[in-house]
RNA sequence: GUGGCCAUGGUGUAAUGGCAGCACAAGGGCUUGUGGAGCCCUUUGAGGGAGUUCGAGUCUCCUUGGCCACC
Protein backbone atom coordinates (compact mmCIF):
# COMPACT_ATOMS: atom_id res chain seq x y z
CA UNK A 1 0.00 0.00 0.00
CA UNK A 2 0.83 3.45 -0.40
CA UNK A 3 1.30 5.97 2.28
CA UNK A 4 0.85 9.88 0.86
CA UNK A 5 1.88 12.94 3.21
CA UNK A 6 1.46 16.25 2.61
CA UNK A 7 4.57 18.39 3.98
CA UNK A 8 3.39 21.43 2.73
CA UNK A 9 0.55 23.48 1.14
CA UNK A 10 1.07 26.63 -0.85
CA UNK A 11 -1.07 29.43 0.57
CA UNK A 12 -0.84 31.22 -3.18
CA UNK A 13 -2.05 28.17 -4.69
CA UNK A 14 -3.24 24.74 -4.38
CA UNK A 15 -0.50 23.21 -4.99
CA UNK A 16 1.50 21.08 -1.89
CA UNK A 17 4.56 19.32 -1.67
CA UNK A 18 4.22 15.95 -1.13
CA UNK A 19 5.99 12.43 -0.14
CA UNK A 20 4.19 8.94 -1.81
CA UNK A 21 5.34 6.14 0.10
CA UNK A 22 5.32 3.03 -1.84
CA UNK A 23 6.41 -0.22 -1.08
CA UNK A 24 9.58 0.44 -3.95
CA UNK A 25 10.61 3.81 -2.71
CA UNK A 26 9.34 7.20 -1.97
CA UNK A 27 7.89 9.66 -5.14
CA UNK A 28 8.56 13.06 -4.29
CA UNK A 29 5.60 15.32 -5.47
CA UNK A 30 4.62 17.37 -7.84
CA UNK A 31 6.41 14.55 -10.37
CA UNK A 32 6.40 13.93 -13.37
CA UNK A 33 5.52 10.18 -14.36
CA UNK A 34 6.87 9.18 -17.99
CA UNK A 35 5.66 6.87 -20.09
CA UNK A 36 7.16 3.28 -20.33
CA UNK A 37 4.03 1.50 -22.19
CA UNK A 38 5.87 -1.65 -23.08
CA UNK A 39 7.84 -2.01 -20.26
CA UNK A 40 10.26 0.49 -21.41
CA UNK A 41 11.15 3.70 -21.73
CA UNK A 42 11.61 4.01 -25.43
CA UNK A 43 15.43 4.66 -26.18
CA UNK A 44 16.53 4.03 -22.72
CA UNK A 45 17.89 1.64 -20.41
CA UNK A 46 16.70 1.27 -16.58
CA UNK A 47 19.28 2.46 -15.53
CA UNK A 48 19.74 5.45 -17.90
CA UNK A 49 15.79 6.68 -17.09
CA UNK A 50 16.89 6.36 -13.30
CA UNK A 51 19.95 8.87 -14.14
CA UNK A 52 17.37 11.27 -15.57
CA UNK A 53 16.05 11.22 -11.72
CA UNK A 54 12.91 9.98 -12.77
CA UNK A 55 10.45 8.92 -9.43
CA UNK A 56 8.02 6.89 -11.07
CA UNK A 57 6.95 5.40 -14.25
CA UNK A 58 3.39 4.33 -15.74
CA UNK A 59 3.36 1.18 -18.02
CA UNK A 60 0.43 0.02 -20.11
CA UNK A 61 -2.24 -2.84 -19.17
CA UNK A 62 -3.60 -3.08 -22.35
CA UNK A 63 -0.70 -3.12 -24.19
CA UNK A 64 1.52 -5.67 -22.05
CA UNK A 65 -1.77 -7.87 -21.71
CA UNK A 66 -1.65 -7.67 -26.17
CA UNK A 67 2.52 -8.23 -25.51
CA UNK A 68 4.12 -10.49 -24.05
CA UNK A 69 0.98 -11.07 -22.08
CA UNK A 70 0.50 -10.42 -18.36
CA UNK A 71 1.77 -14.22 -17.32
CA UNK A 72 5.05 -13.59 -18.63
CA UNK A 73 5.70 -10.36 -16.86
CA UNK A 74 4.07 -12.11 -13.64
CA UNK A 75 6.63 -15.27 -14.30
CA UNK A 76 9.60 -12.97 -14.36
CA UNK A 77 8.54 -11.95 -10.94
CA UNK A 78 6.48 -8.64 -11.71
CA UNK A 79 7.15 -5.80 -14.10
CA UNK A 80 10.12 -4.18 -11.32
CA UNK A 81 12.00 -7.34 -11.91
CA UNK A 82 11.26 -7.58 -15.77
CA UNK A 83 12.43 -4.48 -16.76
CA UNK A 84 14.71 -4.33 -13.40
CA UNK A 85 13.52 -0.76 -12.27
CA UNK A 86 13.53 -0.90 -8.34
CA UNK A 87 11.42 2.67 -8.24
CA UNK A 88 7.91 2.93 -8.37
CA UNK A 89 5.46 1.96 -10.87
CA UNK A 90 1.33 2.65 -12.39
CA UNK A 91 -0.01 0.79 -14.71
CA UNK A 92 -2.94 2.66 -16.46
CA UNK A 93 -5.76 0.30 -16.98
CA UNK A 94 -6.50 0.34 -20.19
CA UNK A 95 -9.02 2.86 -20.10
CA UNK A 96 -7.60 4.93 -22.64
CA UNK A 97 -7.10 2.63 -25.58
CA UNK A 98 -11.02 2.41 -25.27
CA UNK A 99 -10.90 5.84 -26.61
CA UNK A 100 -7.02 5.94 -28.59
CA UNK A 101 -8.40 2.70 -30.53
CA UNK A 102 -11.99 4.06 -30.34
CA UNK A 103 -13.43 7.47 -31.49
CA UNK A 104 -9.71 9.21 -31.43
CA UNK A 105 -8.89 6.69 -33.93
CA UNK A 106 -11.77 7.22 -35.90
CA UNK A 107 -12.00 11.09 -36.16
CA UNK A 108 -7.95 11.86 -35.37
CA UNK A 109 -8.91 13.84 -32.06
CA UNK A 110 -6.94 13.36 -29.21
CA UNK A 111 -8.29 14.78 -25.50
CA UNK A 112 -7.79 18.09 -26.12
CA UNK A 113 -9.37 19.80 -29.42
CA UNK A 114 -7.63 23.00 -31.16
CA UNK A 115 -11.13 24.17 -32.81
CA UNK A 116 -14.47 23.50 -32.19
CA UNK A 117 -15.70 20.17 -33.68
CA UNK A 118 -18.33 20.21 -36.47
CA UNK A 119 -20.35 17.00 -35.47
CA UNK A 120 -20.58 15.57 -32.25
CA UNK A 121 -20.72 11.70 -31.04
CA UNK A 122 -24.33 10.98 -29.97
CA UNK A 123 -25.60 8.34 -27.34
CA UNK A 124 -25.57 4.81 -28.07
CA UNK A 125 -22.71 5.31 -31.01
CA UNK A 126 -19.65 2.88 -31.77
CA UNK A 127 -16.73 3.17 -32.68
CA UNK A 128 -15.60 1.06 -36.04
CA UNK A 129 -12.77 -1.13 -34.95
CA UNK A 130 -14.15 -1.74 -30.89
CA UNK A 131 -17.53 -2.16 -28.95
CA UNK A 132 -18.50 -0.68 -25.48
CA UNK A 133 -20.80 -2.85 -23.51
CA UNK A 134 -22.04 -2.49 -20.52
CA UNK A 135 -19.78 -4.73 -19.43
CA UNK A 136 -16.22 -4.33 -20.74
CA UNK A 137 -15.06 -3.08 -24.37
CA UNK A 138 -13.92 -5.46 -27.24
CA UNK A 139 -11.17 -4.33 -29.01
CA UNK A 140 -9.72 -5.40 -32.23
CA UNK A 141 -5.90 -6.01 -31.95
CA UNK A 142 -3.68 -3.72 -33.49
CA UNK A 143 -1.46 -6.43 -33.98
CA UNK A 144 -3.40 -9.09 -35.93
CA UNK A 145 -6.82 -8.00 -35.72
CA UNK A 146 -7.96 -10.71 -33.22
CA UNK A 147 -10.63 -9.50 -30.80
CA UNK A 148 -9.69 -8.75 -27.56
CA UNK A 149 -12.34 -8.04 -24.42
CA UNK A 150 -11.35 -5.65 -21.06
CA UNK A 151 -13.73 -5.09 -18.44
CA UNK A 152 -12.86 -3.85 -14.61
CA UNK A 153 -12.39 -7.60 -13.64
CA UNK A 154 -9.81 -8.31 -16.20
CA UNK A 155 -8.35 -5.04 -16.48
CA UNK A 156 -7.80 -5.39 -12.87
CA UNK A 157 -6.47 -9.07 -12.86
CA UNK A 158 -3.95 -8.17 -15.17
CA UNK A 159 -2.77 -5.52 -13.63
CA UNK A 160 -2.40 -7.76 -10.40
CA UNK A 161 0.08 -10.00 -12.68
CA UNK A 162 1.97 -6.98 -13.84
CA UNK A 163 2.54 -5.99 -10.44
CA UNK A 164 3.16 -2.18 -10.52
CA UNK A 165 2.20 -0.18 -6.80
CA UNK A 166 -0.58 2.15 -8.38
CA UNK A 167 -3.02 0.62 -10.61
CA UNK A 168 -5.93 2.17 -12.18
CA UNK A 169 -9.71 1.68 -12.30
CA UNK A 170 -10.99 0.55 -15.78
CA UNK A 171 -12.87 2.97 -17.29
CA UNK A 172 -13.93 5.28 -21.24
CA UNK A 173 -11.53 7.99 -21.38
CA UNK A 174 -14.31 9.93 -23.59
CA UNK A 175 -13.75 12.29 -26.23
CA UNK A 176 -13.77 16.07 -26.73
CA UNK A 177 -16.05 15.43 -29.58
CA UNK A 178 -18.86 13.25 -27.69
CA UNK A 179 -21.92 15.24 -26.74
CA UNK A 180 -23.22 16.15 -23.37
CA UNK A 181 -25.66 12.59 -23.10
CA UNK A 182 -22.82 10.35 -24.52
CA UNK A 183 -20.73 11.77 -21.93
CA UNK A 184 -23.17 10.96 -19.65
CA UNK A 185 -24.21 7.36 -20.32
CA UNK A 186 -20.37 6.43 -20.29
CA UNK A 187 -20.03 8.26 -16.93
CA UNK A 188 -22.56 5.85 -15.37
CA UNK A 189 -20.50 2.79 -16.83
CA UNK A 190 -17.20 3.57 -15.80
CA UNK A 191 -18.25 4.65 -11.78
CA UNK A 192 -20.23 0.88 -12.11
CA UNK A 193 -16.81 -0.36 -13.32
CA UNK A 194 -14.90 1.45 -11.15
CA UNK A 195 -16.88 -0.31 -8.06
CA UNK A 196 -16.27 -3.38 -9.88
CA UNK A 197 -12.55 -2.94 -9.94
CA UNK A 198 -12.40 -2.32 -6.19
CA UNK A 199 -14.78 -5.53 -5.54
CA UNK A 200 -12.84 -7.79 -7.23
CA UNK A 201 -9.13 -6.01 -6.09
CA UNK A 202 -7.17 -8.85 -4.23
CA UNK A 203 -6.76 -7.16 -0.75
CA UNK A 204 -3.43 -7.97 -0.87
CA UNK A 205 -1.54 -10.11 -3.26
CA UNK A 206 0.31 -13.82 -1.96
CA UNK A 207 4.06 -13.55 -2.08
CA UNK A 208 4.37 -9.58 -1.86
CA UNK A 209 4.71 -7.93 1.02
CA UNK A 210 1.46 -6.06 0.52
CA UNK A 211 -1.15 -4.74 -1.72
CA UNK A 212 -1.12 -2.55 -4.59
CA UNK A 213 -3.14 0.49 -4.22
CA UNK A 214 -6.06 1.52 -6.38
CA UNK A 215 -6.62 5.13 -7.90
CA UNK A 216 -10.27 5.67 -9.06
CA UNK A 217 -10.51 7.73 -12.25
CA UNK A 218 -12.76 10.89 -12.46
CA UNK A 219 -14.25 11.37 -15.86
CA UNK A 220 -17.28 13.55 -16.98
CA UNK A 221 -15.93 15.32 -20.02
CA UNK A 222 -16.20 19.27 -19.92
CA UNK A 223 -19.53 19.37 -18.36
CA UNK A 224 -19.34 20.33 -14.61
CA UNK A 225 -22.08 18.84 -13.24
CA UNK A 226 -20.73 15.37 -14.93
CA UNK A 227 -17.19 16.42 -13.33
CA UNK A 228 -18.40 17.03 -9.96
CA UNK A 229 -20.78 14.37 -10.16
CA UNK A 230 -17.97 11.92 -10.75
CA UNK A 231 -15.64 13.67 -8.60
CA UNK A 232 -18.19 13.73 -5.81
CA UNK A 233 -19.06 9.29 -6.55
CA UNK A 234 -15.09 8.12 -6.89
CA UNK A 235 -14.18 9.82 -4.08
CA UNK A 236 -16.94 8.13 -1.66
CA UNK A 237 -15.14 4.64 -2.61
CA UNK A 238 -12.28 4.00 -0.69
CA UNK A 239 -9.51 4.26 -3.13
CA UNK A 240 -6.04 4.50 -2.16
CA UNK A 241 -5.95 7.75 -4.69
CA UNK A 242 -7.76 9.66 -7.58
CA UNK A 243 -6.77 9.86 -11.59
CA UNK A 244 -8.12 12.87 -13.21
CA UNK A 245 -8.88 11.37 -16.81
CA UNK A 246 -11.02 12.27 -19.79
CA UNK A 247 -10.80 15.17 -22.51
CA UNK A 248 -9.92 18.51 -21.53
CA UNK A 249 -11.99 20.22 -24.20
CA UNK A 250 -10.84 23.17 -26.52
CA UNK A 251 -9.49 25.54 -25.01
CA UNK A 252 -6.79 25.12 -22.55
CA UNK A 253 -8.22 28.02 -20.16
CA UNK A 254 -11.44 24.90 -19.71
CA UNK A 255 -8.91 22.34 -18.91
CA UNK A 256 -7.60 24.07 -15.66
CA UNK A 257 -10.90 25.18 -14.51
CA UNK A 258 -11.92 21.54 -15.00
CA UNK A 259 -9.47 20.30 -12.79
CA UNK A 260 -10.23 22.29 -10.51
CA UNK A 261 -13.88 21.79 -10.42
CA UNK A 262 -13.13 18.21 -9.80
CA UNK A 263 -10.26 18.76 -7.15
CA UNK A 264 -12.14 20.80 -5.10
CA UNK A 265 -14.31 17.28 -4.41
CA UNK A 266 -11.62 15.20 -4.00
CA UNK A 267 -10.51 14.11 -0.12
CA UNK A 268 -7.57 16.15 0.39
CA UNK A 269 -5.50 13.44 2.62
CA UNK A 270 -5.13 11.51 -0.78
CA UNK A 271 -2.99 11.52 -3.95
CA UNK A 272 -3.88 12.99 -7.27
CA UNK A 273 -3.30 12.07 -10.57
CA UNK A 274 -4.04 13.83 -14.01
CA UNK A 275 -3.88 11.47 -17.03
CA UNK A 276 -2.08 12.37 -20.29
CA UNK A 277 -1.18 15.83 -19.24
CA UNK A 278 2.42 17.07 -19.13
CA UNK A 279 3.60 19.95 -21.83
CA UNK A 280 5.88 22.09 -19.92
CA UNK A 281 3.46 25.39 -20.06
CA UNK A 282 0.55 22.87 -18.47
CA UNK A 283 2.94 21.48 -15.83
CA UNK A 284 3.12 24.74 -13.99
CA UNK A 285 -0.92 25.30 -14.43
CA UNK A 286 -1.72 22.00 -13.12
CA UNK A 287 0.10 22.02 -10.15
CA UNK A 288 -0.89 25.37 -9.08
CA UNK A 289 -4.70 23.51 -9.52
CA UNK A 290 -3.69 20.83 -7.16
CA UNK A 291 -2.07 17.49 -8.87
CA UNK A 292 0.42 15.82 -7.28
CA UNK A 293 1.36 13.55 -9.98
CA UNK A 294 1.19 13.41 -13.99
CA UNK A 295 2.29 11.08 -16.49
CA UNK A 296 2.87 12.53 -20.45
CA UNK A 297 4.30 11.26 -23.01
CA UNK A 298 5.25 14.87 -24.52
CA UNK A 299 8.83 14.87 -23.09
CA UNK A 300 9.89 11.23 -24.90
CA UNK A 301 7.44 11.36 -28.13
CA UNK A 302 8.38 14.35 -28.64
CA UNK A 303 12.49 13.55 -28.52
CA UNK A 304 11.98 10.89 -30.51
CA UNK A 305 10.47 13.37 -33.47
CA UNK A 306 13.73 15.41 -32.88
CA UNK A 307 12.72 18.12 -30.63
CA UNK A 308 14.81 19.09 -27.51
CA UNK A 309 13.50 21.39 -24.27
CA UNK A 310 15.86 23.18 -23.34
CA UNK A 311 16.17 26.02 -21.18
CA UNK A 312 15.93 28.61 -24.26
CA UNK A 313 12.56 27.14 -25.44
CA UNK A 314 12.17 23.72 -28.10
CA UNK A 315 14.63 22.92 -30.54
CA UNK A 316 13.69 20.89 -33.96
CA UNK A 317 16.92 18.86 -34.67
CA UNK A 318 14.97 17.93 -38.01
CA UNK A 319 16.13 21.42 -38.74
CA UNK A 320 19.25 21.94 -41.42
CA UNK A 321 20.27 25.19 -39.06
CA UNK A 322 21.24 22.75 -35.92
CA UNK A 323 24.26 21.27 -37.90
CA UNK A 324 25.95 24.21 -37.98
CA UNK A 325 24.97 25.20 -34.12
CA UNK A 326 28.39 24.79 -32.38
CA UNK A 327 26.65 25.16 -28.89
CA UNK A 328 25.78 22.58 -25.79
CA UNK A 329 22.19 21.72 -26.25
CA UNK A 330 20.96 23.22 -23.31
CA UNK A 331 23.96 25.61 -21.37
CA UNK A 332 22.27 25.41 -17.88
CA UNK A 333 21.39 21.55 -18.24
CA UNK A 334 23.71 19.49 -16.78
CA UNK A 335 22.78 16.43 -17.73
CA UNK A 336 25.17 13.97 -19.80
CA UNK A 337 24.14 15.20 -23.19
CA UNK A 338 24.69 18.74 -22.87
CA UNK A 339 28.26 18.20 -20.88
CA UNK A 340 29.36 15.77 -24.07
CA UNK A 341 27.61 16.81 -26.76
CA UNK A 342 26.62 19.59 -28.98
CA UNK A 343 23.69 20.42 -31.49
CA UNK A 344 25.53 19.90 -34.39
CA UNK A 345 26.30 16.40 -33.51
CA UNK A 346 23.02 15.75 -32.22
CA UNK A 347 21.60 17.24 -35.48
CA UNK A 348 23.92 15.05 -37.52
CA UNK A 349 22.29 11.62 -35.56
CA UNK A 350 18.74 12.63 -36.04
CA UNK A 351 19.24 13.44 -39.30
CA UNK A 352 21.00 10.40 -40.37
CA UNK A 353 18.40 8.47 -38.57
CA UNK A 354 20.71 7.19 -36.04
CA UNK A 355 19.26 5.67 -32.63
CA UNK A 356 21.51 7.41 -30.57
CA UNK A 357 19.89 10.98 -31.24
CA UNK A 358 16.66 9.94 -30.28
CA UNK A 359 18.28 8.04 -26.54
CA UNK A 360 19.97 11.62 -26.47
CA UNK A 361 16.91 13.71 -26.66
CA UNK A 362 14.99 11.53 -24.66
CA UNK A 363 17.23 11.31 -21.81
CA UNK A 364 17.86 15.10 -22.02
CA UNK A 365 14.11 15.75 -21.92
CA UNK A 366 13.43 13.67 -19.25
CA UNK A 367 15.83 15.26 -17.07
CA UNK A 368 14.91 18.49 -17.91
CA UNK A 369 11.45 18.01 -17.57
CA UNK A 370 12.39 16.72 -13.65
CA UNK A 371 14.69 19.53 -13.04
CA UNK A 372 12.30 22.07 -14.03
CA UNK A 373 9.50 20.50 -12.08
CA UNK A 374 12.75 19.75 -8.96
CA UNK A 375 12.53 23.55 -8.85
CA UNK A 376 8.26 23.73 -8.94
CA UNK A 377 8.89 21.60 -5.26
CA UNK A 378 11.71 24.13 -4.16
CA UNK A 379 9.51 27.39 -4.70
CA UNK A 380 6.51 25.45 -3.26
CA UNK A 381 8.83 24.56 -0.26
CA UNK A 382 9.39 28.34 -0.15
CA UNK A 383 6.21 29.82 -0.41
CA UNK A 384 6.90 31.17 -3.63
CA UNK A 385 4.55 28.74 -6.10
C1' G B 1 35.96 14.14 -85.99
C1' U B 2 30.98 11.80 -87.38
C1' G B 3 26.27 10.09 -85.80
C1' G B 4 22.55 9.39 -82.05
C1' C B 5 20.24 10.63 -77.41
C1' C B 6 19.47 14.17 -73.63
C1' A B 7 19.00 19.18 -71.12
C1' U B 8 12.33 21.11 -66.72
C1' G B 9 12.63 23.84 -58.84
C1' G B 10 18.26 22.24 -54.56
C1' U B 11 17.91 16.73 -56.43
C1' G B 12 15.21 12.94 -59.26
C1' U B 13 11.41 13.03 -62.71
C1' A B 14 6.14 13.88 -65.52
C1' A B 15 2.92 16.43 -68.97
C1' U B 16 -1.51 15.37 -77.63
C1' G B 17 1.39 22.49 -79.47
C1' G B 18 -3.22 24.80 -74.79
C1' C B 19 -3.20 26.83 -66.60
C1' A B 20 4.38 23.36 -65.97
C1' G B 21 2.61 18.47 -62.14
C1' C B 22 4.72 14.70 -58.67
C1' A B 23 8.37 12.80 -55.14
C1' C B 24 12.34 13.92 -52.09
C1' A B 25 15.00 18.08 -50.02
C1' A B 26 14.37 23.05 -47.73
C1' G B 27 11.23 26.43 -44.52
C1' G B 28 6.89 26.76 -41.18
C1' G B 29 2.89 24.47 -38.25
C1' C B 30 0.44 20.31 -35.62
C1' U B 31 1.46 16.09 -31.89
C1' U B 32 -0.81 15.65 -24.03
C1' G B 33 -3.13 7.96 -19.68
C1' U B 34 3.16 6.36 -26.61
C1' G B 35 2.75 6.51 -32.74
C1' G B 36 10.98 5.36 -33.58
C1' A B 37 4.56 7.54 -36.76
C1' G B 38 1.82 10.66 -39.36
C1' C B 39 -0.70 15.04 -41.10
C1' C B 40 -1.19 20.23 -42.89
C1' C B 41 0.87 24.69 -45.15
C1' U B 42 4.81 27.34 -47.92
C1' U B 43 9.06 28.54 -51.04
C1' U B 44 11.86 27.27 -55.29
C1' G B 45 11.84 25.57 -62.24
C1' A B 46 12.26 25.37 -68.76
C1' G B 47 21.06 25.99 -70.37
C1' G B 48 21.50 30.44 -73.90
C1' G B 49 19.69 32.66 -78.53
C1' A B 50 16.69 33.07 -83.01
C1' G B 51 12.34 31.35 -85.62
C1' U B 52 7.27 28.85 -86.81
C1' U B 53 2.42 29.56 -84.34
C1' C B 54 -3.41 32.79 -81.87
C1' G B 55 -0.39 29.92 -78.44
C1' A B 56 6.19 26.48 -77.64
C1' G B 57 8.74 22.65 -72.02
C1' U B 58 6.90 20.30 -76.54
C1' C B 59 8.15 21.89 -83.60
C1' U B 60 12.68 24.15 -86.62
C1' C B 61 17.64 26.29 -86.65
C1' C B 62 22.05 28.04 -84.17
C1' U B 63 24.80 27.68 -79.75
C1' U B 64 26.49 25.61 -75.00
C1' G B 65 26.95 21.40 -71.92
C1' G B 66 26.45 16.12 -70.85
C1' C B 67 25.97 10.79 -72.09
C1' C B 68 26.49 6.77 -75.70
C1' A B 69 28.24 4.57 -80.24
C1' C B 70 31.51 4.61 -84.30
C1' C B 71 36.17 6.12 -86.79
Redesign the pocket.
Known amino acids: MIEFKILKKSKISQARLGLLKTENGIVETPCLA?????AV???LTSEEVEQTKTQIL?S?TF?LHLKPGEEIVKSAGGLHRFMNWPKPIMT??G???V??LGFGRDF?T???L?KKPDFLIKKGQQPKLLKITEDGVFFTSPLNGQEIFLGPEESIKIQESLGADII?TF?E??SPIADYEYTKKSLQRTHRWAKICLKSKKSSLAGRRGSQSLFG?V?GGKFKDLRIESAKFISSLPFDGF?I??EFGDD?KIMVKMIDWVIKELPEEKPRHL?????LE?IVKIIKAGVDTF????P???A??G?AFTSEGKF?F????LLKDKNQLDKKCSCFVCRNYRRNYIAHLF?AGE?TA?KFL?FHNLYFFNAEIAKIREKIKKGKF
Open positions: PVATQVKTINHDSGFQFSGGKIRFDCTIQGGGKLGIGRDDCIVTRYRHVDAKMKRILT
